[in-house]
T-cell receptor, first 118, second 114 residues
Framework: NAGVTQTPKFRILKIGQSMTLQCAQDMNHNYMYWYRQDPGMGLKLIYYSVGAGITDKGEVPNGYNVSRSTTEDFPLRLELAAPSQTSVYFC?????????????????FGPGTRLTVL | QKEVEQNSGPLSVPEGAIASLNCTYSDRGSQSFFWYRQYSGKSPELIMFIYSNGDKEDGRFTAQLNKASQYVSLLIRDSQPSDSATYLCAVKRARGSTLGRLYFGRGTQLTVWP
């Protein structure tokens, strides 16, 4: 299994441009998450999904959109990029029991996308 | 008050020593606690989790949980230079209420010198 994969690894955007960060997992996990990590900071949740067709906002959703049309894929869309969106973005997934992640359900992280907005 | 707080460090210990990493959390309803290790430029990887009061050991790592004090710690025995990384504490709230969401601290940077 490849686990959680993310593309691209690096990207530089100009202010106002748009892009989609790709995330895929091959573990048949129900739950998927997008985080951003700024230097010296912990991870902040942007959006999450509990299954195909179901998404919800996390702590810092402004400026982002997501969709989940399949169990495997969870792309993150940046519209009108701003310098404040310069960060490292991590996608993660977890199995989730039927409708409810367990107490000890481990989140598996992708390798990250380093985004710079100039 | 932040959900999860950690000493940002950096924490520096000699090889072979015990490294102690601490974390406090604000929500008394939190039920499970995770320690992730993150090497520079890499993604977080799980070291261990704990959800019962007391100690849990896994090799050189011991997690300690005190729910009354809202405190969780990670001890690394016989520290090695390869343990040099940032350690993230993460907290999961009550089962079912936040759909598996983790709240992360800012991380503690650990350096183990030879």
């Amino acid at each position: 299994n490849a686990g959680v994969t993310q593309t691209p690894k690096f990207r530089i955007l100009k202010i106002g441009q748009s892009m989609t960060l790709q995330c895929a997992q091959d573990m048949n996990h129900n739950y998927m998450y997008w985080y951003r990590q700024d230097p010296g900071m912990g991870l902040k949740l942007i959006y999450y999904s509990v299954g195909a067709g179901i998404t919800d906002k996390g702590e810092v959703p402004n400026g982002y959109n997501v969709s989940r049309s399949t169990t495997e894929d969870f792309p993150l869309r940046l519209e009108l990029a701003a310098p404040s969106q310069t960060s490292v973005y991590f996608c993660a997934s977890t199995q989730g029991l039927a409708g409810d992640p367990g107490l000890t359900d481990t989140q598996y992280f992708g390798p990250g996308t380093r985004l710079t907005v100039l | 008050q932040k959900e999860v707080e950690q000493n940002s460090g950096p924490l520096s210990v000699p090889e072979g020593a015990i490294a102690s990493l601490n974390c406090t959390y604000s929500d008394r309803g939190s039920q499970s606690f995770f320690w992730y290790r993150q090497y520079s430029g890499k993604s977080p990887e799980l070291i261990m989790f704990i959800y019962s009061n007391g100690d849990k050991e896994d090799g050189r790592f011991t997690a300690q949980l005190n729910k009354a004090s809202q405190y969780v710690s990670l001890l690394i025995r016989d520290s090695q230079p390869s343990d040099s990384a940032t350690y993230l504490c993460a907290v999961k709230r009550a089962r079912g209420s936040t759909l598996g969401r983790l709240y992360f601290g800012r991380g503690t940077q650990l350096t183990v010198w030879p």
